[in-house]
Nanobody, 114 residues
Framework: QVQLVESGGGLVQPGGSLLLSCTAS????????MAWYRQVPGNQQRVPVA????????YYRDSVKGRFTISRDNAKNTLFLQMNNLKPEDTAVYYC???????WGQGTQVTVSS
């Protein structure tokens, strides 16, 4: 079955960086667009942060443009989100998502605080 496992979250000071990873299994990873979403504590809605499509085009929400970079390593079935210059408002649980099949990972907590 499809599995998405995130890692790399943690506590970081404002201005710091984190690299999130999502290891995928149960499907041919290279054939699918993938995305990162986040959910702020106390808010039930998950919002898109970045997407990477199979034609290598990308989408970023406005608040992360220039700071976050989405990428993938198809040989390792892994999706990445490099997050730089983190801000307190980036604090959230970050989820890996495969739109086809509506598959979600378990999430990884990112906390940006001094």
């Amino acid at each position: 079955q499809v599995q998405l496992v995130e890692s790399g979250g943690g506590l970081v000071q404002p201005g710091g960086s984190l690299l999130l990873s999502c290891t995928a299994s149960g499907f041919t990873f290279s054939r699918y667009s993938m995305a990162w979403y986040r959910q702020v504590p106390g808010n039930q809605q998950r919002v898109p942060v970045a997407s990477l499509f199979t034609d290598d085009t990308t989408y970023y929400r406005d608040s992360v443009k220039g700071r976050f970079t989405i990428s993938r390593d198809n040989a390792k079935n892994t999706l990445f989100l490099q997050m730089n210059n983190l801000k307190p408002e980036d604090t959230a649980v970050y989820y890996c998502y495969r739109p086809t099949g509506d598959n979600w990972g378990q999430g990884t907590q990112v906390t940006v605080s001094s």
